[in-house]
């Protein structure tokens, strides 16, 4: 059983940065495709970034990449995603997602590990 657990959310405005932290209790997930999905209110859960241990390839979303940038910490075992230049439309709760194995990484159906998510919120 692998637990994750998401710290880091806030209030932030337009421009803003925050960075969030995914501190996971099991060190396979070194080996397992881990993800950041979000959200937004009234709408589906979405990815935001996906890691592939293989060939350690970050997929970003096309509406954060440039913004958001995925890093992890094997000796703490923490994923974190720095977020840069908010906007309104980053607003949502954030999760942090461990699959089951290695491959594949890019459905959410592939994850089946989720923390409880942490709240963002960015004003105009």
């Known amino acids: 059983q692998v637990q994750l657990k998401e710290s880091g959310g806030g209030s932030v405005q337009t421009g803003g940065s925050l960075r969030l932290a995914c501190a996971t209790s099991?060190?396979?997930?070194?080996?397992?495709?881990m993800a950041w999905f979000r959200q937004p209110p009234e709408k589906a859960r979405e990815g935001v970034a996906t890691?592939?241990?293989?060939?350690?390839?970050?997929q970003y979303a096309d509406s954060v990449k440039g913004r958001f940038t995925v890093s992890q910490d094997h000796a703490k075992s923490t994923m974190y995603l720095q977020m840069e230049n908010l906007k309104p439309e980053d607003t949502g709760v954030y999760y942090c997602?461990?699959?089951?194995?290695?491959?594949?990484?890019?459905?959410?159906?592939?994850?089946?590990?989720w923390g409880q998510g942490t709240q963002v919120t960015v004003s105009s």
């Open positions: 997602a461990a699959a089951s194995s290695s491959w594949p990484c890019e459905f959410k159906s592939d994850y089946i590990y």
């Open positions: 099991h060190h396979s997930t070194q080996t397992r495709c």
């Open positions: 890691r592939t241990p293989s060939n350690k390839q970050i």
